[in-house]
T-cell receptor
């Protein structure tokens, strides 16, 4: 039982390049989330998926797109990376959508640097 | 908009000292409250949570937190910290989304 896995662990991009961050969970959770973590700002929600086939914007969605490929996988895409997107990205999952008392389980994170 | 405030940004303690980290939230309705911890180089993991019942909740590693509804607070406590408690601690409130505070970095020196 691996929990939540993310790839890659580290990535360096040049401004304007695109990339996709991958996330998968093996806990049969319905809901999945993408956060970014910046110093002094905590974690901010980028996008979330309440269930397979649905996605919604979070607090900071600009510059990102997501795909809920199936129940296990939720990817985050940067179409044209900008230095402001330098951050650590965390994927998380929970049995139900936040609002219930369900714990969110986090992946190990992807450290992204945009030059 | 809902928000979570953690007033202590950086706390430095010696081993065996007592710890209390403040957390206040702004939301008038029913909330679920969480404390997550991020040890150096690791991902976030749940420390404890409150959703109903006894307002004093106990978590892993000797941590506890008290929900005081009238003060909109959910402070984290530990009577005697250890070096291994060095980590970043995040308070979070769940309404329709999980809202995190900005985090408190705790350093414990032997």
């Amino acid at each position: 039982n691996a929990g939540v896995t993310q790839t890659p662990k580290f990535q360096v991009l040049k401004t304007g390049q695109s990339m996709t961050l991958q996330c998968a969970q093996d806990m049969n959770h319905n809901s999945m989330y993408w956060y970014r973590q910046d110093p002094g700002m905590g974690l901010r929600l980028i996008y979330y998926s309440a269930s397979e086939g649905t996605t919604d914007k979070g607090e900071v969605p600009n510059g990102y797109n997501v795909s809920r490929l199936n129940k296990r996988e939720f990817s985050l895409r940067l179409e044209s990376a900008a230095p402001s997107q330098t951050s650590v990205y965390f994927c998380a999952s929970s049995e139900r959508l936040a609002g219930a008392a369900d714990t969110q389980y986090f992946g190990p994170g992807t450290r992204l640097t945009v030059l | 908009a809902q928000s979570v405030s953690q007033h202590n940004h950086h706390v430095i303690l010696s081993e065996a000292a007592s710890l209390e980290l403040g957390c206040n939230y702004s939301y008038g309705g029913t909330v679920n409250l969480f404390w997550y911890v991020q040890y150096p180089g690791q991902h976030l993991q749940l420390l404890l949570k409150y959703f109903s019942g006894d307002p004093l909740v106990k978590g892993i590693k000797g941590f506890e937190a008290e929900f005081i509804k009238s003060k909109f607070s959910f402070n984290l406590r530990k009577p005697s910290v250890q070096w291994s408690d060095t980590a970043e601690y995040f308070c979070a409130v769940s309404t329709d989304k999980l809202i995190f505070g900005t985090g408190t970095r705790l350093q414990v020196f032997p």
